[in-house]
């Protein structure tokens, strides 16, 4: 794993002095649609607007074996539509941290970067759980090859065929 790259001169600053304003960035990405929130206020940041959203994401912290979890308060049920209409299993999903005051200027870093999971929704809120995803996972064409996606067959598991001068057994 790559060392951490040290905070930006103004990132620093703005951590050392009395008053800071920190904020979360949580990048949804559907099949036909980015969705970008900010958990303070609506915001710009590379160029992309980060909409303002009253949202709660837990299992940020650092000892945490699980993914996290984003819940959404949704009243006009946008994002609810797009949880129905697509799906963000296997989608990506990346969270950053940074402080709102030096947000165009300072270096906001990634917390967190996997696929969503299952979501649930109940009382104007929507719930995403997400996942870590690893080398093994994203490459699997197990998870990558759907009828959505299109494919004419898929082996079974165990089945064997000959590659060059090898037999290759699918696992």
């Not at 074996?65 to 539509?81: K, L, M």
């Not at 402080?99 to 165009?104: H, K, P, S």
Request: glycine fraction near 10%; hydrophobic fraction near 45%.
């Amino acid at each position: 794993m790559s060392a951490l790259r040290p905070a930006s001169g103004a990132m620093a600053a703005a951590l050392a002095g009395k008053h800071t304003a920190p904020l979360l960035l949580v990048e949804l990405g559907f099949p036909s649609y980015t969705v970008r929130y900010s958990t303070f206020g609506t915001q710009t940041w590379r160029s992309l607007t980060w909409q303002g959203r009253n949202m709660r994401v837990s299992g940020l912290e650092p000892v945490s074996t699980s993914a996290p979890v984003i819940e959404v308060y949704d009243p006009a049920a946008a994002i609810r539509t797009l949880l129905l209409s697509d799906t963000i299993i296997d989608q990506p999903v990346t969270i950053w941290q940074a402080d709102a005051l030096v947000l165009g200027d300072g270096d906001p870093f990634i917390v967190f970067a996997g696929v969503g999971g299952a979501a649930t929704w109940a009382q104007g809120k929507a719930r995403i759980h997400t996942g870590r995803a690893n080398a093994r996972s994203a490459l699997c064409p197990r998870t990558r090859m759907t009828p959505d996606n299109g494919y004419n067959f898929l082996a079974p598991k165990g089945y064997e065929f000959q590659w060059g001068n090898k037999i290759v057994r699918l696992e």
